[in-house]
């Protein structure tokens, strides 16, 4: 624990609370990486990987699937994705950098720095083909599956909440909202707006609503299932007592016989 990591071997994992409302009915696991100097962390990251019913990859859109991002091949477990979901997060910031000039309409902003960013999402994950990596490695073809990504902006997304609660905003959201009113025709500060802007609870409804449906599915079969081998089970454990009953009956017919 701490920047020399002198209890390491020995920390298994720490648990932080905070009291954010906005964090409400969450809970947030930040593992070590597959990347980590110290082997037994990356395991540790792999064991968890394979548990998830959906992995997030989520990459900054301004920089979107770069170098980096896409030496994930090298690191991740060939078995460790069921299903994936690609995220380019910091939308907002990547419709900044769009190169129209003066005031422009937010939902031609919005389709065009969407379709460049698939594009190249689309672009880098051709190039891992290349030399067969995709048959190297099955994780990155269902990463590919899970084109084309989403984006969101978690600041539209706080900003959103905040309006809703009544809350202030802080000076990144401040000057975040202000310069997309500057840049953007179209830019509301409606809780509506920024929550459809933001793309999260939209994510959730879509994503989160299929897997947690597939999973009741998987449990209620599983628990059908179990059900059918307790009850073979417990049918062959009454044939055998009733087989070990007329044994015993048997031999205490003879046993009196002979006396």
């Given at each position: 624990v701490g920047a020399k990591g002198e209890y390491t071997p020995f920390v298994k994992y720490i648990e932080l609370g905070i009291a954010n409302?906005?964090?409400?009915?969450?809970?947030?696991?930040?593992t070590p990486g597959l990347g980590d100097p110290i082997v037994s962390r990356s395991e540790k990251t792999k064991e968890f990987l394979m548990k998830c019913d959906l992995v997030f990859l989520l990459s900054t859109s301004s920089q979107f699937l770069n170098?980096?991002?896409?030496r994930m091949k090298n690191t991740l477990p060939a078995n460790s994705i069921q299903t994936a979901?690609?995220?380019?997060s910091k939308f907002d910031l990547a419709m900044l950098d769009d190169s129209a000039r003066g005031r422009t309409p937010l939902a031609a902003v919005y389709k065009r720095t969407r379709r460049k960013l698939e594009a190249a999402a689309r672009e880098n994950l051709a190039a891992l083909s290349r030399g067969g990596a995709a048959e190297e490695n099955p994780a990155i073809e269902r990463i590919r599956a899970a084109l084309p990504p989403k984006f969101i902006s978690s600041i539209?997304?706080?900003?959103?909440?905040?309006y809703e609660k009544k809350m202030p905003l802080d000076k990144?959201?401040?000057h975040a909202l202000q310069q997309m009113e500057q840049r953007f025709e179209g830019m509301q500060r409606t809780p509506e707006f920024l929550s459809g802007l933001a793309n999260i609870e939209k994510i959730r409804q879509e994503e989160f609503d299929k897997i947690h449906?597939?999973?009741q599915a998987t449990i209620a079969e599983r628990g059908e299932n179990f059900v059918k081998t307790q009850r073979i089970a417990f049918l062959k454990s009454l044939d055998e007592m009733q087989a070990e009953a007329s044994r015993r009956m048997q031999i205490l017919e003879t046993e009196d016989a002979d006396i």
């Open positions: 409302p906005l964090l409400e009915g969450l809970e947030i696991i930040d170098e980096d991002d896409i979901l690609l995220v380019g539209c997304y706080s900003a959103a909440k905040k990144e959201e401040e449906a597939a999973k």
